[in-house]
């Protein structure tokens, strides 16, 4: 008797030949699954685009388009790559599996077809498919949540889009590896999200801010890692998210941590997190240009607070020795440094 799991799943069956395409058509139905059959990779990938399925069999080869082009394109699809692919063939050569397999494909059955296996191998994949699935929606909820801390504010309007693409810039220049990258990016997106937590009032204050307004201010580093900690798949990113106002003098907070207990994402972070404060509009002050930012910058890392090596590799990313030369600093800024640097 059909699940109710399976009435709700979709399933492609990718085969030239129409004798296997209806025979995996009837055996699937016959367990509850809505099927849908292409007959090549063409006709495949236009069901995909159409109409997502849960779950796809795929021949090898096909006309038009074979099967490995197929996976390769649905992999390689940020929109797609989490549907699960099952490849179905006579081929058994290790190099074809090997080959399907590097782009991606997620098993790999032999005909003549064993319906038992067939069967097995489809539920246990549907079933980490809506794993995923439901992964990936409370991820999508809490990108989302962050978003909306900057619709709280005018002045923090796209801020942690822009951190997140300079500290990827700079992670890049530093020839960070590539799953390192990823979590600085994510990281980077949320590092604000406990703002949520602060009041729309002492966000947009355009005066200076009372001890207590402060305070609940700082707070945001603590709460937003405790929005964020639920979330297993996102815990590489919570060292960020509370520790993106830490110092390595040991003035910052929430933990006042210094030195070698700040990684080296965490110090990347708030050398991108401070430049971009200072150089975006503020309710208390205009934006500061590219030479007082850059001023400032060196001076805090030339004060303990920044790491001075990251800071010269940020100002490299932005270019900023053919900025500079083109147009000599402001002096009138300079004496306002410590001031701009107390609400970032
Ligand atoms: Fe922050």
């Known amino acids: 008797m059909p699940s109710a799991e399976a009435n709700e799943s979709r399933i492609l069956v990718v085969e030239d030949q129409p004798v296997i395409a209806a025979l995996l058509e009837q055996l699937l139905s016959a367990q509850g699954y809505a099927v849908a059959c292409a007959a090549d990779g063409l006709e495949a990938l236009e069901h995909v685009a159409l109409q997502p399925p849960d779950l796809i069999f795929l021949d090898l080869n096909m006309p038009r388009l074979s099967g490995y082009e197929v996976c390769r394109r649905i992999k390689g699809n940020p929109a797609t790559r989490l549907i699960p692919i099952v490849i179905v063939t ?67 309007h796209g801020h942690s889009e822009r951190v ?3 500290a990827d810039q700079l992670a890049e220049q530093m020839g960070l590896p590539s799953r390192e990258r990823e979590v600085l990016r994510r990281g980077a997106l949320l590092h604000d999200i406990g703002k949520l937590a602060v009041p729309d009032e002492i966000l947009n204050k355009p005066g200076s801010l009372t001890d207590e307004e402060y305070a609940i201010v700082k707070l945001h580093a603590v709460k937003g890692a405790a929005i964020v900690e639920p979330l297993r798949s996102l815990r590489d990113t ?67 607070g920044l790491d001075p090596e990251l800071v010269e590799h940020f100002l490299a990313v932005l270019h900023v020795g053919e900025l500079m030369h083109a ?17 970032v």
């Open 90 to 156: 006579g081929e058994d050569r290790f190099e074809a599996r090997l080959k399907a397999w590097d782009l991606g494909a997620d098993e790999f059955i032999s005909k003549p077809i064993q319906n038992v296996e067939l069967l097995a191998r489809c539920k246990s994949l549907l079933r980490v498919k809506r794993l995923n699935d439901e992964l990936e929606t409370a991820q999508s909820v809490l990108f989302a949540l962050a978003r909306t801390v900057e619709a709280k504010s005018p002045y923090t």
């Open 164 to 166: 997140a693409d300079f």
């Open 238 to 304: 919570l060292p960020l998210i509370r520790s993106h106002h830490e110092r390595l003098d040991g003035r910052g907070y929430p933990d006042g941590l210094c030195g070698r207990d700040l990684t080296q994402l965490v110090r990347l972070l708030s050398v991108v997190d401070v430049y971009d404060a200072l150089s975006s509009p503020r309710p208390y002050r205009a934006a500061l240009p590219m030479e007082v930012c850059v001023s400032i910058l060196r001076e805090n890392a030339a004060g303990g």
């Open 327 to 343: 147009t000599p600093a402001p002096i009138a800024f300079l004496g306002s440094r410590t001031a701009s640097l107390s609400r």
